[in-house]
């Protein structure tokens, strides 16, 4: 996979805060990774540190969820507003808990092979300032796990060969 990094993120006043910005290009449809992306239900499956998600509202253009992430016996909750326009974008707003701010985008282009270019970006700040330390110093790699998951989650979604070979809908494309 190629990944470089992207300028969606418009650089912030204070740059040591936690944010990531990368395009990466996927043999899969935009309509698969939006359909992937989407499925917030079920990022418990397969996101490392995710231990819970409860979604509160669901619709074809937005959805309201809550998600528990743990590790090493700290778990810390928040909810989360995702704006949904198929097949093209998704937008993730952070609205309660023990973050200042998160803003996750993503964006889904055809590449003209057959597959497509995903543009992803992160930008968040926590409260706590010891929270804030602790995630500056395992952000890259914490994030490069993230999003290998979700590239291992299209594999084993979308190759062909794979338990499903692309052949069912997940339940974010059946809901919508």
């Not at 996979?1 to 899969?28: D, G, K, N, Q, V």
């Not at 935009?30 to 509160?56: C, H, K, N, S």
């Not at 929270?131 to 796990?145: H, I, N, T």
Request: with cysteine.
């Amino acid at each position: 996979m190629l990944a470089t990094i992207s300028r969606r993120c418009a650089p912030r006043a204070r740059p040591s805060l936690p944010r990531h910005s990368e395009t990466r290009h996927l043999p899969y449809t935009p309509e698969q990774m939006f359909d992937l992306v989407a499925d917030v239900g079920r990022y418990d499956e397969f996101l490392p540190w995710v231990t819970a998600i409860r979604v509160r509202q669901d619709g074809e253009t937005e959805m309201v969820a809550d998600m528990i992430v743990g590790f090493k016996g700290l778990r810390e909750s928040f909810t989360s507003k995702v704006l949904k326009h198929r097949p093209t974008d998704i937008r993730v707003d952070y609205v309660d808990g023990p973050l200042k701010h998160l803003t996750n985008e993503w964006e889904f282009k055809p590449d003209g092979k057959g597959g497509c270019e995903v543009d992803f970006c992160v930008d968040f700040a926590f409260k706590n300032r010891m929270f804030e330390m602790l995630a500056g110093q395992v952000f890259d790699r914490a994030l490069r796990k993230m999003i290998g998951a979700f590239e291992e989650r299209a594999a084993a979604l979308y190759a062909p060969g794979s338990s499903l070979d692309g052949s069912s809908k997940s339940s974010a494309q059946s809901a919508a």
